[in-house]
């Protein structure tokens, strides 16, 4: 992805690995939200808030080092920038 008055920058292995990292995350903090719209068990209300959390603070984290490093990559029509 090219950025107006920018150069493109280089992504290393480590960058690739970090941004999927954070693109899986991000794919399990949505099927946890769309599991917790169908269950109706405190039990398990209780844990899919549990795991919400838990994934949302891991998310937050990386999202923090991906725009820490400033980088970018496009990855599935989906434009990663940090």
């Given at each position: ?15 690739i690995c970090l941004l999927?990292?954070?693109y899986t995350t991000k ?56």
């Amino acid at each position: 992805m090219q950025t107006l008055g920018k150069k493109k920058k280089n992504i290393n292995q480590s960058d690739i690995c970090l941004l999927d990292e954070l693109y899986t995350t991000k794919k399990t903090l949505d099927d946890i939200r769309q599991r917790f719209d169908y269950v109706t068990e405190p039990e398990m209300i209780s844990s899919c808030i549990y795991e919400m959390r838990s994934v949302q603070e891991r998310y937050s984290y990386l999202l923090s080092k991906v725009r820490e490093k400033d980088i970018s990559e496009e990855r599935g029509g989906i434009a990663w920038k940090g």
